[in-house]
């Protein structure tokens, strides 16, 4: 007999984890990480690919279960009170798992049924869901042929059909374009505008910075900084960034020319990265150096700066 979970006051963390960890036989994903994450924030874990923040997602999601150190969701233990703790979650996972043979509406009703709610109910819930994510049109039509975009809120209307308390999204918009990509945030800021807690992770700056309230930046299984996203950029990197290129395999050999330019210098092979509070300025300075490169821009400063910073690479390495 499964034990009830109580509902976690509002002043209260919805997720509290301390030293977690998640091991595959001699290989640590997840090592000793302790994160919060509060009613109604967004919260996410950036990240390149086997940070371990698909490993910590599934522990959250308590599909996975933790190695050593304590994890509370919702005030309950996830091994004691799994079941309870995911019919309280709505998840939306990398890959979307849709029933290409029934229609978009089915997928949501019959998706219902493991929450034990009834065809009538399920049906009012998912029409009203399909208008939420803007597919109505799309009800009755086999799932197969609709684009990547819109089987992405399919999913996320049928993980909202339990009415959860919190959301997970593991890389929500990868493989999408960009015009479905801001659809989506657009759906999820307004998910987060009602009250819901959402935790999100993503190799992408951009999306981290348009949906995070506050993040966690993870690295080889460890969190290696944690704040808000502006909070991040403005305490590891400057506010603005010169980007030059002298061409493939010449960056290295420009090394002195761009010397204390900035505040920091990063030779990266394909381009070089100028830390500087002015960065038109630091251009000027290069150029009065005799420093014609083939290409310069000046960018503020992103989570990606940050994350290169603090690893010594870059997120798509």
């Known amino acids: ?61 308590c599909v996975s279960p933790v190695t050593e150190g304590e994890l509370r969701i919702f005030g309950g233990d996830p091994d004691r009170d799994g079941r309870e703790i995911r019919r309280r979650m709505g998840v939306v996972p990398q890959l979307d798992r849709l029933d290409n043979e029934l229609t978009v509406l089915e997928n949501l009703v019959i998706y219902g049924r493991y929450f034990d709610i009834d065809r009538t109910e399920g049906r009012r819930r998912a029409r009203e869901l399909l208008e939420f994510v803007q597919l109505t049109d799309r009800a009755d039509s086999r799932v197969d042929p ?20 919190m959301l997970l999204l593991d890389e929500p918009t990868t493989g999408l374009d960009p015009q479905a990509r801001h659809v989506l945030w657009d759906k999820l800021y307004q998910l987060k505008e009602g009250g819901a807690t959402l935790v999100v992770t993503t190799h992408f700056m951009d999306e981290a910075e348009q949906l995070c309230d506050r993040l966690v930046v993870m690295d080889g299984g ?11 950029i403005a305490e590891h990197a400057t506010r603005e960034v010169l980007e030059v290129r002298f061409g493939q395999r010449r960056n290295e050999a420009h090394a002195e020319l761009v010397d204390r330019l900035g505040e920091r210098v990063e030779i990266l092979p394909d381009r070089i990265l100028v830390y500087a509070h002015d960065g038109e300025a630091a251009l000027v300075e290069l150029h009065r150096r005799g420093a014609v490169p083939e290409s ?18 870059t997120l798509v390495d």
Not at 222 to 232: D, F, M, N, T
């Open 1 to 61: 007999m499964h034990s009830c979970v109580t509902l976690a006051p509002v002043s209260e963390a919805v997720v509290t984890a301390k030293s977690l960890v998640k091991r595959f036989g001699d290989f640590t994903a997840v090592d000793r990480i302790d994160f919060d994450i509060a009613p109604g924030e967004a919260f996410g874990f950036l990240g390149p690919n086997g940070a371990g923040k698909t490993s910590t997602m599934r522990m959250v999601g």
């Open 146 to 165: 609709l684009s990547g975009g819109q089987k992405r809120r399919i999913s996320i209307a049928r993980s909202l059909i339990n009415e959860p308390d």
């Open 222 to 232: 460890r969190i290696v900084a944690e704040g808000s996203p502006a909070a991040l």
């Open 296 to 313: 310069a821009l000046v960018r503020r400063a992103s989570l990606e700066d940050v994350f290169l910073h603090l690893t010594g690479r």
